[in-house]
């Protein structure tokens, strides 16, 4: 699926860390979130639940991958504390994608106002033409009846 979500990406001109867009670290949390989320969909409806979930988020909270509340940073204290941490920090970024470790860094700190906006756009298009496809998507994943007999 991060194969998938990436050649879009490069396909809409909005995969460049340097130019202010998705990186590819940006976009494996994004994608690893959504696998986390919903572990038992098919390839084609996790994908469609990608463009779903961030075509239609506000973006109030930081993208992140889910980890175990046991878990300790190396520094000391907990992952919520680091957590709440970052949240304030990173609070003036257009886009906040947190990185899977104790450091919590924003891997698209680079992402303007005016480039979160065509990321924006560039999500709900993509929600657009998967929801034309979706209905035949759902066929093309369906279990074959000749294992029935």
């Known amino acids: 699926m991060l194969k998938a979500v990436r050649l879009w990406a490069i ?6 860390v340097s130019a202010g867009y998705f990186g590819g670290i940006t976009l494996a949390v994004m994608v690893a979130k ?18 779903e979930t961030y075509s239609e988020s506000r973006w109030l909270e930081p993208v992140q991958m889910s980890l175990t509340n046991k878990y300790k940073s190396a520094k000391g ?3 919520r504390m680091h957590l709440i941490e970052a949240v ?21 700190y680079r992402v ?15 929600l657009k ?21």
Do not use: W
């Open 11 to 16: 396909q809409r001109c909005i995969y460049s």
């Open 34 to 51: 959504i696998c986390q989320e919903f572990p038992d969909l098919y390839p084609s409806c996790t994908l469609y639940k990608f463009f």
């Open 77 to 79: 204290g907990s992952l």
């Open 88 to 108: 304030n920090r990173y609070s003036s970024d257009a886009m906040v994608v947190l990185t899977p470790n104790d450091q919590l860094q924003n891997t698209s």
């Open 112 to 126: 303007s106002e005016h480039n979160f906006r065509i990321i924006c756009k560039e999500l709900s298009d993509g």
């Open 129 to 149: 033409v998967l929801q034309r496809i979706k209905p035949s998507s759902r066929v093309l994943f369906k279990k074959p009846t000749h294992l029935e007999e």
